[in-house]
């Protein structure tokens, strides 16, 4: 453990601290930001009448459009002058969403990121090869300076030019690797089609996140590497990767709540859900300096557990994350997520883990096809076994999802790879 007064802290102590620093985070954004005094006045609230965590739940949402109708810098404390960094959404739909740093700030983030590494394995003598994007995006800087604060060598690369990736993995004797999962796939491709073994390498563990990923998928990727795969979850809006992360048990993701306090809320009608159901994660920050955010919805599907972990730690664990809720698929009526078809296809395994899903319309029935590379193997037995294959993967859509899809077998290598990102999606619907 990183931090072993903070991360195994008893709960009750725990509870009284993340009040205590509620209340405080409360009253700065009412006296300083006028959007917040403006909202909290309009259902007739103050700071003072928020005497428990519960009473967190009287107080109104944040959404990525509030932070959009504020841009760029409406919802900040104090302007600028405490701010020392800026990171950014992309914004390829739209206004993009600008978020800032303090210097204490930024010492947070390095704080939990490094409880995040050491949780994955990483210490001083650790090689770590941050190949995340670098830049507006909080994924590379993020790594970076939780790998420094704990005194590991850090290689920052960003993102791209895979080849050169494995090289230096190689050469430079990496120990942990950190990325998006969909990179850590093209990175293993990359690597079978250089003919360098994995068991020749370094590599120990790999930290994960930034896009959901089933537990399948983490099986695919540990064989194809060699090494233990670690799960990450952050968001630039709360701070970056490290708002939670695994640790060794691996069954769930701990959220720093001596940073944050997490609800768990049903995301057509944000009523607050029981410990263990599965909705919409809403996240408030309670340490923030720059920009602090209360009852933010992250989109994020999760559920959230407070029991013992065997790991020691007393934070509380979020599930995997199953999905966005802007990334959920509602096909002739029934939900689904990308990692669902994702954890199928896995479990069938008889395919490379490279799909896409092609959602379109005909007349007014929505239709789902899945587009799914065949293994090199299965492509030089021409069309023997290759109707078995798409039936089963069909009666396993149905069986598990409750959904008819269309199974298109597509040939190895033909599906776009990822180098952050993956897109999973292509919607055609509202492009007719
Ligand atoms: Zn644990």
């Known amino acids: 453990m990183w931090n072993q007064n903070c991360e195994a802290m008893p709960r009750e102590k725990l509870e009284l601290l993340q009040y205590l620093r509620l209340k405080q ?34 107080l109104p949402f944040t959404i990525k459009n509030d932070l959009r109708d504020n841009y760029p810098y409406g919802l ?19 206004i993009p969403t600008v978020v800032g740093y303090t210097r204490d700030d930024l010492e947070v983030w390095a704080e939990l990121m490094a409880r995040a590494l050491t949780a994955a394995g990483a210490f001083r003598n650790s090689v770590i090869h941050v190949a995340y994007g670098y830049g507006l995006f909080t994924g590379g800087l993020g790594v970076h300076y939780g790998a420094e604060k704990i005194g590991a060598t850090v290689v920052p690369v960003s993102g791209g030019q895979t080849k050169r990736q494995v090289r230096m993995i190689r050469d430079l004797r990496c120990t942990l690797l950190a990325c998006t999962p969909s990179y850590a796939l093209n990175i293993a491709e990359t690597m079978e089609e250089m003919q360098i073994e994995p068991s020749g390498l370094k590599l120990e563990s790999g930290l994960f996140g930034a896009e959901p990923w089933s537990d399948n998928m983490r099986h695919v990727i540990e064989e194809k590497l060699q090494i233990s ?32 306090i997490a609800e768990i809320v049903d995301p057509s009608s944000g009523e607050i859900l029981p410990e263990g159901a599965t909705g919409e994660l809403v996240i408030t920050t309670i340490t923030k300096g720059a920009l602090p955010v209360v009852r933010y919805r992250t989109g994020d599907i999760t559920s959230v557990t407070r029991k ?16 966005r809720t802007d990334d959920m698929l509602i096909i002739r009526g029934v939900n689904v997520f990308p990692s669902q078809v994702e954890s ?5 395994g008889e395919t490379e883990p490279h799909y896409q899903l092609i959602v379109d319309r005909v007349g007014t029935l929505d239709t789902l096809e899945i587009q799914v590379e065949l293994t090199e193997q299965m492509f ?18 149905v069986s598990v999802l409750g959904i008819s899809a269309s199974v298109k077998l597509v040939e190895p290598k033909s599906i776009p790879r990822s180098e952050g990102k993956a897109q999973r999606i292509l919607d055609r619907r509202n492009a007719r």
Do not use: W
């Open 308 to 323: 013992p972990c065997s790991c020691g730690r007393t934070h509380m664990r979020l599930a995997k994350i199953s999905g």
């Open 25 to 58: 985070t409360l009253e700065t954004i009412y006296q300083l930001v006028p959007y917040y005094r403006q909202r909290f006045g309009e259902i007739g609230a103050e700071p003072g009448d928020i005497r428990s965590l519960k009473d967190l739940a009287r």
């Open 344 to 348: 199928i296809l896995l479990e069938i």
């Open 380 to 397: 030089s037995d021409k069309v023997k076994g290759l109707e078995d294959l798409e039936k089963t993967i069909r009666e396993e859509i």
């Open 76 to 94: 900040f404390t104090n302007g600028l002058s405490e701010v020392v960094r800026i990171h950014s959404s992309s914004g390829t739909t739209g």
């Open 229 to 260: 795969a670690f799960d990450i979850y952050g968001l630039s809006e709360v701070m970056g990767p490290g708002v939670a992360y695994e640790c060794p048990s691996r069954d769930g993701l701990h959220l720093g709540e001596d940073h944050f």
